[in-house]
Nanobody, 115 residues
């Protein structure tokens, strides 16, 4: 089992930046995949960015070139740097860890992009 805690959400103007962090309660080396999902208002949860233990990354087309996922293995933390934010990026962002056959989720952090 793993406990995930997100931080870094908030209100930002269009074009601005935010950095989300996800702290895991155990080594992230043990996880097959880890990353970020989001759930916009009234919509289903969707993938934002993930990486596998092998180091490969995957981004949603809508965030490519604007968002960057990274990790700090020593601190068991995953980050999501979000630049050039748009109103359509408004959502609750969730950290996810996949340790087969289970998925673990954080409590979510709200990101609101509005002028």
């Amino acid at each position: 089992q793993v406990h995930l805690v997100e931080s870094g959400g908030g209100l930002v103007q269009p074009g601005g930046s935010l950095r989300l962090s996800c702290a895991a309660s155990r080594s992230i080396f043990s996880m097959y995949a880890m990353g970020w999902y989001r759930q916009p208002p009234g919509k289903q949860r969707e993938l934002v960015a993930t990486f596998t233990s092998g180091g490969s990354t995957n981004y949603a087309d809508s965030v490519k070139g604007r968002f960057t996922i990274s990790r700090d293995n020593a601190k068991n933390t995953v980050h999501l740097q979000m630049n050039s934010l748009k109103p359509e990026d408004t959502a609750v962002y969730y950290c996810n860890a996949h340790i087969a056959p289970f998925d673990y989720w954080g409590q979510g952090t709200q990101v609101t992009v509005s002028s």
